[in-house]
């Protein structure tokens, strides 16, 4: 009875320790797919700023005006000016429609300015 007991003692060992290897190896695995991804994100977060820089230096509103200007007659562009921009209290809005019932009970939602004098 008791080499039984060493038996199952010393097998229960023996697959504890597989499966301590085994998870050990996950366990690295996991921390190497870890640093890859973080190396990844901080060279895609790289790559981001360089683009940002890169569009807010093509985007300088002096290269843009000299763009217009050396394509003008190309692209008839013009430089903005303050005086080209409205004002929004000036910008006339469409007045709503408002449905009218007729005597045979159909909504007759047709130009409110003909009906009314």
């Known amino acids: ?4 007991v060493y038996l199952l003692t010393f097998a229960a060992v023996i697959g504890l320790g597989f499966w301590a290897y085994k998870e050990n190896y996950a366990t690295q695995q996991a921390l190497k797919d870890v640093s890859r991804l973080n190396s990844d994100i901080a060279d895609l977060r790289e790559a981001l700023s360089i683009q940002r820089a890169e ?11 000299e763009l217009s ?4 007659d190309r692209l008839g562009l013009l430089p ?3 005086e080209q921009f409205g004002q929004t209290n000036l910008i006339a809005y469409p007045v709503p ?4 019932p007729t005597p045979d009970g159909v909504v007759d939602v047709s130009n409110q300015e003909e009906q009314n004098p």
């Open 1 to 4: 009875m008791r080499a039984l």
């Open 55 to 65: 569009w807010a230096y093509l985007n300088r509103p002096d290269r843009l005006r």
């Open 69 to 72: 200007t050396i394509n003008f």
């Open 80 to 82: 903005l000016e303050p």
């Open 97 to 100: 429609e408002i449905a009218l």
